[in-house]
């Protein structure tokens, strides 16, 4: 209600409770921003050479192909509101057009409404001409199942920093913590918080 209010920027919670109880508030009180139909969440994997997006590794279980291309849009905006040029991947087990099957065409009707939303003249733009393929900065994962077990083998096989989830999609910023987060997990989402705040406040200058 505070954040809601106008009275804090941004909340952290999540420490002491489940992440239903930090995120079903923020779904009814504080609603998702105008054009985005669905609150997802990325982690910001920091390697020792980049920091990589990767969403959603939190939030909607199986998201449907309209879902998935809303998670990429509110994944490249939250890239860029950390400095990071969003280079998008839909990921599935399939390359390009080479497999077939209901879970590969999701991701490839999600892929089509990406890219029409995004970009149009991306849209035309077949895989042996990407400007994306071995360059991606935004991986979006088909599932809930595969972006959380792929962001924790990447943490601990590549000794990256995981910093998430950060929620996006909201009106204001609300982040969960685990409640095993230690205290440098705590410091990051705050302040990861703290950038949302900002980069919201200088949207509504230039609005």
């Keep these: ?9 941004g909340m952290v919670s999540g420490a ?13 009180i504080i609603k998702t921003k105008p054009g985005v139909n669905v609150v997802s969440s990325v982690f910001l994997m920091a390697l020792a050479d980049r920091v990589l997006v990767y969403g959603d590794c939190a939030v909607i279980p199986d998201p449907t ?3 998935l291309a809303d998670i990429a849009i509110s994944s490249a905006t939250t890239a860029r509101q950390f400095g ?23 991701v490839r009707a999600a892929t089509a409404l990406y890219d029409a939303a995004a970009d149009a003249a991306v849209a035309k733009a077949k895989l042996p001409d990407s400007a994306v393929a071995g ?10 199942n595969t972006g959380n077990n792929t962001y924790k083998a990447v943490q601990r096989s590549a000794g990256a920093v995981a910093i998430g989830p950060v929620l996006q ?27 949302q705040a900002q980069g919201d406040e200088r949207a509504g200058e230039e609005a």
């Design 1 to 9: 209600m505070m954040v809601h209010l106008g009275l804090a920027d």
């Design 16 to 28: 002491a409770h489940t992440t239903a109880h930090t995120i079903r508030p923020s779904f009814e």
């Design 65 to 67: 192909a309209e879902q």
């Design 84 to 106: 990071i040029d969003p280079r998008v991947a839909m990921l599935s087990y399939s390359t390009g057009e080479s497999g077939s099957g209901a879970d590969v065409d999701k």
């Design 135 to 144: 360059r991606a900065t935004v991986f979006v994962f088909p599932d809930l």
């Design 169 to 195: 999609g909201l009106n204001k910023p609300i982040n969960d913590l685990s409640r095993g987060a230690l205290v440098d997990d705590i410091v990051n989402t705050v302040a990861i918080t703290a950038i």
